[in-house]
């Protein structure tokens, strides 16, 4: 077993976890890793894997309750053909611990309606907006590129959850101080405006 530039498969190995092994050999270089096909259910191995940016974990064991460490780096996740199925629950723990994430593919989950699994198209549309309403920085859902009446709708359909995302709070809270420190030199530059005029009659 050998390190491809940063990428590892370790693929059709029918693992529970993660190999200590791997992770004394290469766990800082790390940066694209394949688990999928095996019964992999407990990602906290991850924290072993500080520079992780892609992550495959189609045909594993991954449930709705999944235990899974902060990954910064990590903007690629496929969950395809797993046990999750509380999306809601999901997305939380997701959005928490992978604030850079762009792709995501959950597809032939319970928690993820679509053709392939039975589900309605409505279901799916429903699926795609209360996903893209979690994740407001998500550019690929399911293969399919985020388009920008996904996210008018998804706004629409769940304010409060895309209101109250971190990374939407965080730039409400950046633009807030921005708007203070505007607000707090107008009113310094009136005031210095104001001692610089003459009194009337001198």
Not at 24 to 37: C, R, T, V
Not at 59 to 74: A, D, F, G, Y
Request: aromatic share 8%.
């Amino acid at each position: 077993m050998s390190l491809n530039n940063t990428r590892l498969s370790l693929a059709y190995l029918e693992l529970h976890e993660f190999p200590v092994d791997v992770i004394d050999k290469f766990g800082s270089s790390i940066l694209e890793l394949d688990l999928s096909h095996n019964k992999i259910s407990d990602l906290r191995f991850l924290m072993e894997l500080p520079h992780i940016q892609s992550l495959v974990l189609d045909h594993n064991h991954v449930t709705s309750q999944v235990k899974m460490p902060l990954c910064r780096e990590l903007h690629t996740l496929w969950v395809n053909h797993n046990r999750i199925q509380n999306l809601g629950f999901f997305l939380q723990t997701v959005a928490k611990n992978c604030p850079s994430l762009r792709i995501l593919s959950m597809m032939n989950n319970e928690a993820a309606p679509s053709y392939f699994n039975g589900g309605t198209y409505q279901q799916y549309l429903d699926y795609r907006y209360f996903v893209i309403s979690s994740l407001p920085n998500l550019e690929v859902l399911d293969y399919s590129p985020i388009i920008q009446p996904e996210v008018s709708e998804a706004r629409r359909l769940y304010p409060s959850r895309m209101f109250n995302s971190e990374p939407e709070a965080s730039l409400r809270r950046k633009l807030g101080k921005k708007q203070k420190r505007k607000s707090s030199a107008a009113r310094q530059q009136a005031a210095d405006q104001e001692l610089q005029m003459p009194s009337p009659g001198i």
